[in-house]
């Protein structure tokens, strides 16, 4: 596929700008261990640690991808997070995020395939 270079680096920087913002919002109102008992609480025996690598990951993953550095692997580790997130939050609450539903899939359905198509265009790095 033939992308725009414009268009996909207007996606990668704003996709890297999200992920960044997640990290710092849960530094910022001191929620990593209320996401690590959350992950705790679906079954995950580390999820203060795994909480605490998701939040680094989605700050610096999420700054390397806004600045185009090695864009596949940050792709790779955020399209991780969200079909996780997906799977174990979002779908159980239906298709629309507000509106007819709450909490639902499809802002993560958006995300990861924002992320195909970045991983797709990115062919050299």
Do not use: Q
Request: net charge positive; hydrophobic share 55%; with cysteine.
């Amino acid at each position: 596929m033939k992308y725009s270079l414009n268009a996909i680096t207007i996606l990668r920087v704003v996709m890297g700008i999200i992920f960044i913002t997640h990290g710092i919002a849960r530094l910022y109102y001191n929620s990593v261990a209320d996401f690590g008992s959350y992950l705790n609480s679906k079954g995950l025996l580390i999820g203060v640690m795994l909480a605490w690598v998701i939040t680094i990951g989605e700050i610096v993953s999420g700054s390397l991808l806004a600045l185009g550095i090695k864009t596949r692997y940050c792709i790779l580790f955020h399209a991780v997070i969200v079909a996780a997130g997906l799977l174990m939050v979002h779908l159980p609450n239906g298709w629309f995020v507000v509106g007819h539903g709450s909490g639902g899939v499809e802002y993560s359905v958006l995300i990861l395939i924002v992320l195909l198509v970045l991983f797709t265009a990115d062919n050299k790095r």
